[in-house]
């Protein structure tokens, strides 16, 4: 990816405004002015590191709940009685409702670390009076504070030293933007106004600019959040892979601009979310609500489904190390023929489309002539291509020039199932393919892949014409909307046979 020069807190304003201009290919900059605002972080990272807070609260409860039954196992070793196991039971459940009655897995951003570990300490008190309320009725009190002696100890400080833990990594991943949204708005109304007064209050996400079309009538920033240009200049924009969530903020009445908008935008892949401009109405209050007060359980938005993409990516792991363990001798013998055939490196790199956009490089090895590398794809693969080498004719047939893709499946840029990655740039004819589909950015709503539903069911090779964009595109968007932990698998299985049975496509 170019340099982010208005990244960088020590560029001079007129030097990130400069920039920000080649970049947006014309985007509206006004020079001289700070284009990152208060609401924006020091460095951002892309979407497909965002972590889940909804699936770090599940892992924070998870943890608790395995030191509070270890705390109880421990204890039970060490005293001795019938109802051990029932009052060591018993405590581990009520000091985990307690745990998350006080909301101890919020790790709010203004809530420090004694104060976290305050509240810790007041659930395991109301724990066990708890305890002591509900089983004297079954056990002498002697021997439930003697049993409660030895259990509260241990799993208080082994819940504690935990809290303190994920307290200190989920402060680091506020720190480098994994845990925070990025928002951009589009629409300076006073919705936008107001939602951005509510964010600098909570911060519990970033607002990275603001577009809007009526750039004349629009004012430069709103609350020191800048103005970057109209929906020209979003759709192009190169923060977009780093945008969680589109906040449209129009008015109520405007629905042709609503209608317009949606239409306009639907080509990206990022979430899109609707905050109508209603005055300040109590509707409004609740959207904004909604939307500025992200807790650490929805840090995501609600239409990611977190358990298929962790198996996924559990998935890509075993498989893919797998995979290239087994792939090394092969790789090893690869690079030796590709070395020996033609001048040059090794490895091709080549950047291509990633999830959300993002600009990932590639790596193959390299199947044509160094001097004749087309980084851009503006040439596509053709019969008797006379770029590509001898032994990179017979790795491109066999797609053993595709296996070093498994490091870019084990970095999680890639993975092993999903719509193939695009160069950037890449053209069918004279036209950028991108421009052929509509839908075209749908593809980019998963990660991409280093096989697809696409390569089983024939498209393959080149995309060269408009028909064949379509197809692939179609498929794609096929994919991402029917993917499942077996259908990868059936792609995977299907994927050796199609490649090899297939020698009319050019590859």
């Known amino acids: 990816m170019s340099s982010l020069a208005d990244l960088k807190p020590n560029a001079p304003p007129e030097r990130r ?12 900059v006004e020079p001289g002015r700070d284009r990152r605002g208060p609401l924006r972080p020091s460095r951002l990272t892309p979407t497909r590191l965002r972590l889940s807070g909804r699936v770090l609260t599940r892992f924070f409860q998870g943890g608790d709940a395995l030191a509070l039954a270890g705390g109880g196992f421990l204890a039970a070793s060490l005293t001795h009685g019938a109802n051990v196991f029932l009052i060591y039971g018993s405590a581990a459940v009520v000091t985990f409702a ?18 976290h570990l305050m509240r810790v300490t007041v659930c395991f008190a109301v724990a066990v009076a708890m305890c002591f309320a509900l089983l004297t009725h079954f056990v002498g009190v002697l021997m439930l504070a003697a049993a409660l002696g030895v259990w509260t100890p241990m799993a208080f400080l082994t819940v504690a030293a935990a809290h303190g833990v994920w307290w200190l990594n989920v402060k680091r991943w506020r720190a480098n933007g994994r845990l925070t949204p990025n928002l951009v708005i589009v629409g300076a109304t006073g919705a936008a106004e107001r939602l951005i007064s509510a964010i600098l209050e909570t911060r519990e996400a970033n607002v990275l600019g603001v577009f809007d079309d009526r750039i004349a009538e629009a004012p430069p920033e709103l609350h020191g959040v800048p103005l970057l240009g109209g929906t020209d200049e979003l759709l192009a924009h ?12 129009v008015p109520t009445g405007a629905r042709e601009r609503i209608h317009n908008l949606l239409e306009r935008l639907a080509v990206l892949p990022n979430e899109i979310t609707l905050l109508l401009d209603q005055d300040g109405e109590h509707d409004e209050a609740q959207a904004i609500d909604r939307i500025a007060n992200i807790p650490l359980t929805r840090i995501s938005g609600d239409q990611i489904n977190h358990g298929k993409a962790i198996t996924k990516r559990l998935q890509d792991i075993v498989v893919g190390s797998i995979a290239l363990f087994v792939a090394a001798p092969i790789m090893l013998l690869v690079a030796i023929a590709v070395k020996l055939d033609s001048p040059g490196p090794i490895f091709f790199r080549q950047r291509r489309h990633g999830f959300n956009n993002e600009e990932i490089v590639v790596w193959k090895f390299r199947s044509m002539r160094f001097e004749a590398s087309d980084a851009k ?13 001898k032994v990179g004719r017979f790795i491109r047939k066999t797609s053993l020039d595709e296996l070093p893709q498994l490091l ?7 993975s092993l199932v999903g719509p193939r990655p695009h160069a950037i740039g890449m053209k069918t004819g004279d036209v950028e393919s991108s421009r052929l589909v509509s839908e075209y950015a749908h593809r980019h709503r998963m990660k991409p892949g280093m096989t697809g539903w696409a390569a089983i069911n024939g498209s393959r090779g080149a995309v060269d014409t408009p028909e064949l964009v379509r197809n692939r595109v179609a498929l794609d968007v096929e994919y991402i909307e029917r993917q499942s932990f077996w259908l990868d698998l059936y792609i995977m299985f299907m994927t050796v046979p199609c490649l090899l049975g297939d020698s009319d496509t050019v590859r």
């Open 377 to 389: 794809a503006a040439r596509q693969i053709s019969t008797d291509d006379d770029r590509v080498t």
């Open 17 to 28: 405004a400069r920039r920000q201009g080649d970049a947006t290919a014309g985007a509206w």
């Open 98 to 115: 307690s745990l998350r009655l006080f909301d101890c897995y919020k790790f709010g951003r203004r809530e420090d670390l004694p104060t």
């Open 238 to 249: 190169r923060i977009m892979p780093f945008v969680d969530r589109i906040v449209l903020t």
């Open 408 to 414: 870019n499946v084990l970095n999680g840029e890639m």
